[in-house]
Each structure stands twice: as structure tokens, then as C-alpha cells.
């Protein structure tokens, strides 16, 4: 399994921009499928983004898209969540996950997570 730690998380404005990085170690990073879920207190994990190592395909929730953008370096064992133009409805704990197969949008799929960062957005 890979071992992955988040960072990046804050307090900000609504309008400004966040850049989430995910690390990870542990052997053949590549070779892994990353998602990033976001959490609110009271609701269930919500996926945000993916990254398929098998189609190469970058997938979004429809509340994200155009304004969060996944990358990821393979290089660096890191995959990263920018994020512009930040709503207050994007407040929440944001979690990096990683599979083996292919990149899915159910957090139930994935078998390693981080501890999360919280990312707040004040109005």
C-alpha cells in the first residue's frame, strides 16, 4: 500500500485560490490510480476529482469542474488539487486516495487514504 499525507489547506476568501498537495511514499507510485474527496460534518465523503493511471483521463465532479484542476508528478510521488475561484460551499476536509485499477468516484473504492486537510472559504 501507499502511505499518503496531505497538505495545503487553510482559511481563505471567497475568490481566492488553494493549491492541495498530496505525498506519497511507498513503492510504485505510478502504478496507482489518485482521487481526490472532500467531507463535511453530517455528510458522506464526496469525490471531487481522479486521476485513471490506466486511461490517463482526469475526471470532476460537476461542482468543481472549470475551476479545480488535478495533476499529478510521478517524479515527485505527489499528485496536487489546484483550486481557483473558491465558494464557500467548497468548505470541507479535502482527503487524496489511491487504488490500484482504474480511478473510480466512489471514496469506497480506494484503499488508501491520507488524514485530510481542511480547507475553509468565509463569504
Known amino acids: 500500500q501507499v502511505q499518503l499525507v496531505e497538505s495545503g489547506g487553510g482559511l481563505v476568501q471567497a475568490g481566492d485560490s488553494l493549491r492541495l498537495s498530496c505525498a506519497a511514499s511507498?513503492?510504485?507510485?505510478?502504478?496507482?490510480?489518485m482521487g481526490w474527496f472532500r467531507q463535511t460534518p453530517g455528510k458522506e465523503r464526496e469525490f471531487v476529482a481522479a486521476?485513471?493511471?490506466?486511461?490517463?483521463?482526469?475526471t470532476y465532479a460537476d461542482a468543481v469542474k472549470g475551476r479545480f484542476t488535478m495533476s499529478r508528478d510521478n517524479a515527485k510521488n505527489a499528485v496536487y488539487l489546484q483550486m481557483n475561484s473558491l465558494k464557500p460551499e467548497d468548505t470541507a476536509v479535502y482527503y487524496c486516495?489511491?487504488?490500484?485499477?482504474?480511478?473510480?468516484?466512489?471514496?469506497?473504492?480506494?484503499?488508501?487514504w491520507g488524514q485530510g486537510t481542511q480547507v475553509t472559504v468565509s463569504s
Open positions: 486516495a489511491a487504488r490500484r485499477n482504474r480511478a473510480t468516484t466512489a471514496a469506497y473504492d480506494y484503499d488508501s
Open positions: 486521476f485513471s493511471r490506466i486511461s490517463a483521463i482526469t
Open positions: 511507498g513503492s510504485f507510485f505510478s502504478s496507482y490510480s
